[in-house]
């Protein structure tokens, strides 16, 4: 298991370097599967999301899917992280609110 989350934690800062990735996104992506299977898959993203941004690799920001999303302090983030909802897309709520991660050295500005 512990190999299984490393390989997802450099998956997932991977992914994170392209732009805001939703997390039900990430939940389909191939190399995630690849990754983790299907077994556990949420519960394994998420401890390894939390890691990452315990870590301040990863940001969590959190907004409609329409619009820019905002960045969301660490604790809330973990918070969120530890909340199946997050994980899947809810495209029937026209109002719906995704929660995005991206790769802090995709938006470092020194």
Same mark, same amino acid.
């Given at each position: $298991? +512990?190999? #299984?989350?490393?390989?997802?934690?450099?998956?997932?800062? @991977?992914? *994170? $370097?392209? @732009?805001?990735?939703?997390?039900?996104?990430?939940?389909?992506? /191939?190399? %995630? !599967?690849?990754?983790? *299977?299907?077994? @556990?898959?949420?519960?394994? $993203?998420?401890? +390894? !999301?939390? @890691?990452?941004?315990?870590?301040?690799? !990863?940001?969590?920001?959190? *907004?409609?899917?329409?619009?820019?999303?905002?960045? %969301?302090?660490? #604790?809330?983030?973990?918070? !969120?992280?530890?909340? /199946?909802?997050?994980?899947?897309?809810?495209?029937?709520?026209?109002?719906?609110?995704?929660?995005?991660? %991206?790769?802090?050295?995709?938006?470092?500005?020194?």
């Amino acid at each position: $298991m +512990a190999n #299984q989350i490393e390989e997802l934690r450099i998956v997932l800062l @991977d992914l *994170g $370097m392209e @732009d805001w990735i939703p997390i039900p996104e990430a939940t389909t992506d /191939p190399a %995630v !599967l690849d990754s983790v *299977g299907r077994n @556990d898959l949420i519960a394994t $993203m998420a401890s +390894a !999301l939390i @890691d990452l941004v315990e870590l301040a690799k !990863l940001c969590i920001y959190k *907004g409609k899917w329409d619009e820019d999303p905002s960045p %969301v302090p660490t #604790q809330e983030a973990v918070e !969120l992280l530890k909340n /199946p909802w997050w994980y899947t897309f809810h495209l029937d709520d026209p109002a719906e609110e995704r929660v995005f991660f %991206v790769n802090v050295d995709n938006i470092r500005s020194d």
